[in-house]
């Protein structure tokens, strides 16, 4: 969930409570190994708890919300030119979530 997306929860909840203020937390969480910081757009930085299991990411298109994704993809190595040798990877999966596919 991105900064944004928390604030706009919190505020629904308490009111006064700024952006910065749901920033800081963010990094504080980042900081002490809580959460992870995920890019998948630019300019927009999403955060999530730094203990889920590998997986990956569904942006939708339409209504810019993300989706996590279980599982993962076998055989990515078969990608790699002879002697790369692949540490990590991420996987971002784009279109129309549910929703936004019943609206339209
Ligand atoms: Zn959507
Ligand atoms: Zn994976």
């Known amino acids: 969930m991105s900064a944004n997306e928390l604030w706009e929860r919190m505020r629904a909840n308490q009111s006064g409570i700024g952006l910065a203020t749901v920033y800081r937390a963010l990094n504080r969480g980042v900081d002490e190994g ?3 910081a995920v890019g998948l757009e630019p300019g927009s930085v999403r955060y999530e708890a730094a203990d889920l299991a590998h997986h990956h990411h ?3 298109s339409a209504c810019s919300r993300a989706f996590d994704l279980i599982g993962c993809v076998r055989s990515l190595e078969k990608l790699l030119p002879d002697g790369f040798e692949m540490t990590n ?3 971002l999966l ?3 979530c549910a929703d936004c596919r019943e609206a339209s």
């Open 34 to 36: 809580r959460l992870v």
């Open 58 to 60: 569904f942006l939708c």
């Open 89 to 91: 990877h991420e996987i």
């Open 94 to 96: 784009y279109g129309n």
